[in-house]
């Protein structure tokens, strides 16, 4: 392994951070790989060979080797996703924070793109419950999209604003996770040119956006909501003392997350108010830096008045029993209609929905099912992807591996089959998308934009 060269004044900067210890930290950046991990889909169960779990997440497995996951079909069609073992430590919070009482609960990702911490999230909350992807740079709102998607699930909106924006959604979250934009040190392993941008001019401006960003969200969390705060630094501005600040200025109470000794895990305490956080190194734990905490809300707060639009839409009763022929249990969604498109969500969110419709800009909601020619549904790439996709009503066209990659690349798919129309074409039984089978060929409808555009490996 090559030496790594920190930036300056980086090592010294850590001398005094709880569980810091400089030589076995060097070590594990100069000696050891970054361990690969990945996080099952517990929606689309599937025979993929794992090895060692990662402790503090039931879905989440350490990969011996890493793989050339964008040649697998299991990867695309959603059966898990390619996430950093330390911020999987999220789920372990979810766990030990959520409510006795089966109430469904509303949770806010503020910075979700690329969509790792989302999934999780939906993976821990129940189908009654509702998940608020937000992402606040608008070019990286397509793969936070994808990769819900994939997910399959119908209880996600995903939105594209400003923290600012939530400012007046008063008390209507549960639950708030903000993994902040931070000063990235604790990727230097996986990520060596992040170095380049460490600084500790970086990092102060780094903590004043974090407190901007927690303030404008705050109000947008109930009495007695948890809010769970995040970075990928191991800085102290922006870990405790952002703690801190927040125990200061919103007299939120610390919660202490239960751990095990032997996950390697620092547990801190801020030193003001003495607030519980949770810290990661590299050469501790099977996973790269990280820093979580976990904080609720005193402050009495008087909840947004639940917006309910004037009337449904008016859609043709006829159009509508077509749309739900394709869902499972299609009384439980609610259907409306984006210019062409039908989309569906639980039944149960349709009032949030429209109250958020209101305040912020909504990108994707629940699953869009496709658009109708006559009595004919052209089928949405989502709704092949959908857990709730009624599979007796499509054709399923079975792929073994060179004929998925070929279909994951828009290539010609080498098939027979006397099968006509709009069929799933799966892989070990998962959907990938949809190809229209006709007499004297396929056309292949897998999105342009995903498309495998790599050389595939040489074996």
Known sequence: MSEYIFPENFLSSLTNEPGFERENFVEAHENIVAPTSIRLNPFKKSVLKTDEQVPWCAEGYYLNARPSFTFDPLFHAGCYYVQEASSMFIDQILKNIRPDSDEPVKVLDLCAAPGGKSTLINSAINSTDLLVSNEIIKTRVPVLCDNLNRWGTANTIVSNNDPRDFTRLTGFFDTIL????????????????????WSEANVSLCHQRQERILADVYPALKEDGHLIYSTCSYSHQENEEIVDWLCREYNMESIRIPIYKEWGIVETQSPEHKAWGYRFYPGKVKGEGFFAACLKKKEETDELPIFRSKGHQKLALLEIELVKKYINEPDTFYYNKVNDDWLAISREHKDSLDTLQRHLYIKKSGVRIGKLMGNDLIPDHELALSIYI???KVLQT???????????RRDNIDINTTDKGWSLMNFEGHALGWAKLLPNRINNYFPKELRILAVAPTP
């Not at 993994?179 to 170095?195: I, L, Q, T, W, Y």
């Open 398 to 408: 079975e792929l073994n591996l060179n004929q998925a990659i070929q279909f994951l």
């Open 178 to 197: 903000v993994d902040a934009p931070c000063s990235g040190s604790g990727m230097f392993r996986k990520d060596p040119a992040a170095m380049d941008e």
């Open 390 to 392: 009624n599979k007796d």
